[in-house]
């Protein structure tokens, strides 16, 4: 209070401090004025859901804040971004809405008024660059043009053409080393609900430099409380991932790696942004279905690799179908699988030790198969870039 009560102007008696009846807050009097220089005129203050939170007034007179012009605004970008410290790198961008690629990060820009934006209407897929090759990009593209169709997005260009943008942005980035991500929107047009004003679906593509080593340490992972998105909704990959941040947020609150979530009949369904898998005391490997999560290609890589630890009679066999928590929390592995962690395992599910506690011999397996298939898999799976 000391602190407030010195910026308030002493042409106005400090007021009054009131305590809420429930929660024994303190509640302050509105219309509270500020005198010193270049502060706002009136700050009003009211309860939110027990909490007290300030208002700034309407009629505030914010006179430092400058008009900046194209180029300066740019300039503002460049000294921010520059200002930034990040493991990724931002190397290209093509944009359908200037029709070409850019390798300036101040450049990498979405209009405000793109549907993907404000309404969250859009789709995006992406792709691992390993060594100069494009890892698993067909499938990824499928399957954006098959969120597409989902979300009622019109492709701007044929398969072909998108597949092409694809390589040629890679291959001015000169990345060989990091992930390619892309979107298809509605388009840019107007703030409405609807994309009848949208004048054509937009395409943007950015390739990302990350040099950060795949991880196989073990870790730990809750139960979501966070509601699943219904099937309709989880089985396209749009923008829309606000349950898939607060999800991961929680697990982060917890100290815990992910949150996995339960379908609506409380079987397991998957990750905020990975699909999971189990390998039973039988040495079954065992995954949900996707008939209502997202359609993982890691995953699917996954199943089709580990065929070959069955010939090795590492595994006794391969089942995909619904999976108990009890199932879950009860086999010898667990792992999260996707194109950011490929398979990394999980050694704790909320308070139950899975299998010994320690990272399992066929997540490894797992592991050192899709790594090697990176490298040196088959033309169906590796796409060179031409640099």
Not at 46 to 66: F, K, N, Y
């Amino acid at each position: 209070m000391a602190s407030l009560a010195k910026t308030i102007s002493q042409n106005q008696p400090v007021p009054t401090k009131l305590t809420h009846h429930v929660n024994n807050l303190p509640v302050f009097s509105p219309n509270l004025c500020y005198s010193r220089t270049g502060s706002f005129g009136e700050m009003r203050f009211i309860r939110s859901c027990g909490r007290t939170e300030a208002l700034i007034d309407s009629s505030a007179q914010l006179s430092d804040v400058p008009l900046l012009s194209c180029s300066e605004a740019i300039e503002r970008i460049k000294s921010t971004q520059a200002n930034q410290k990040s493991k990724q790198q931002f190397l290209a961008m093509y944009s359908s809405i200037f029709g070409g690629i850019t390798t300036d990060p101040a450049a990498m820009v979405i209009p405000m008024d793109d549907h993907m934006v404000h309404r969250g209407h859009g789709v995006f897929d992406t792709a691992a660059i390993c060594d100069g090759y494009l890892y698993e990009l067909d499938q990824h593209l499928d399957r954006i043009i098959r969120s597409a169709s989902m979300a009622k997005i019109q492709l701007p260009f044929d398969r072909e053409s998108l597949r092409r943008i694809l390589i040629q942005t890679v291959s001015a980035s000169k990345c060989r080393k990091g992930s390619l991500r892309y979107w298809l929107s509605a388009g840019v047009g107007d703030f409405q609900l609807s994309p009848v004003g949208c004048h054509q679906s937009t395409f943007y593509v950015i390739v990302i430099q990350d040099d950060s080593p795949f991880v196989s340490k073990g870790v730990k992972v809750i139960t979501s409380s966070i509601p699943i998105k219904p099937p309709q909704f989880g089985t396209v990959k749009s923008v829309n991932y606000l349950p898939n941040v607060l999800s991961k947020m929680e697990a982060e609150e917890t100290g815990a790696f992910a949150a996995i979530w339960l379908d609506g009949e409380g079987f397991i369904a998957e990750g905020p942004n990975m699909n999971v898998a189990f390998v039973t005391k039988e040495r079954v490997l065992l995954m949900p279905q996707f008939d209502k999560i997202l359609s993982g290609c890691t995953a699917k890589r996954v199943l089709t690799l580990a065929k070959a630890l069955v010939r090795e009679g590492k595994l006794h066999g391969i089942k995909v179908g619904n999976v108990t928590v009890e199932e879950g929390k009860k086999a010898e592995e667990m792992m999260l699988l996707g194109s950011g962690v490929l398979v990394r395992p999980v050694v704790q599910w909320d308070e139950q030790v899975i299998g010994n506690g320690k990272e399992g011999p066929i997540a490894q397996a797992l592991l050192d198969l899709i790594l090697e298939d990176m490298q040196s898999g088959p033309p169906t799976v590796r796409v060179a870039v031409p640099y």
